[in-house]
């Protein structure tokens, strides 16, 4: 069973909460605060690297990133098609997360954790990297003009960016349900009436990051019994542009 295969959907959840965290400051939810309240929330769930290679060895895909420099600073391209069946825990998915982030150069978030809970939501924690997330923009095909109008506020916040969210979360046949029902900057909360409106988006913004990887396709995705559930496809290859 090809667990490390569902890294990348892991990794896309993950860039929901990132993009949340975006949204917020273009509408001016985050104006700047005190490094008081630049805490990450601590979810109790340690990255294993030797469980992370264990995984990445269990991969059915061809990695030829190069990655000897700092990581790879290109736009990865896929192809191939698999059918994949199989769950993932919080410590596997935790491990595969921060492996793929040590990859990638421009990964705008550090020291992710994730823990899928046993009454059905997810948490996710992270350090979100602002000097990295404008040029992860524009690798993922957002104008400069969305950008300009992000960093705007982005640029008035400090560089490491902590962020914590927690929710549920389905899809089938592509299409994604995700709630929010809390979302942290640092210690402090975001009130349900900023974020609860930014559903829909954030799906769409999720669901575009999806389209980029060829022959990704979710049939069915859950989360029951502190695990992620996954069936659908995945590609076999991943190669530099």
């Known amino acids: 069973m090809k667990k490390a295969v569902i890294a990348i959907v892991v990794l896309l959840f ?4 990132c993009c949340l965290c975006m949204f917020l400051g273009m509408i001016g939810v985050m104006p700047g605060i005190s490094n008081f309240f630049w805490k990450q929330k601590d979810l109790g769930v340690a990255y294993d690297e030797m469980l992370a290679l264990e995984l990445y060895d269990e991969l059915g895909v061809v990695d030829e990133l190069d990655t000897s420099e700092g990581g790879y600073s290109g736009v990865q391209q896929y192809d191939g098609i698999q059918d ?8 596997e998915a935790t491990a595969l997360m921060n492996y793929w982030e040590s990859r990638i150069s421009y990964e705008p978030y550090k020291d992710i954790q994730v823990r899928f809970n046993e009454d059905g939501t997810v948490e996710m924690s992270a350090i979100l990297l602002v000097d990295k997330a404008k040029e992860y923009a524009r690798k993922r095909g957002y104008s400069e003009d969305q950008i300009d109008k992000a960093a705007q506020y982005l640029d008035v916040l400090n560089n490491e960016v902590p962020i914590y969210g927690k ?3 389905s899809a089938e046949n592509n299409e994604l349900d ?3 029902s809390k979302f942290q900057v640092g ?7 900023v974020y609860a409106p930014l559903s829909d988006a954030l799906e769409y913004v999720l669901e575009k ?3 980029y990887v060829t022959n990704f396709y979710i049939e069915e995705a859950y989360f029951e019994n502190g695990e992620m ?3 659908g496809t995945t590609p076999t290859r991943v190669y530099p542009e």
């Open 209 to 211: 990051q999806m389209s």
């Open 167 to 169: 929710g549920t979360g």
């Open 84 to 91: 994949v069946e199989m769950s993932l825990t919080s410590e």
């Open 178 to 180: 995700i709630n929010v």
């Open 14 to 17: 993950l860039l929901c909460f």
């Open 229 to 231: 559930f996954f069936k």
């Open 187 to 193: 210690v402090v909360s975001v009130p349900s009436s």
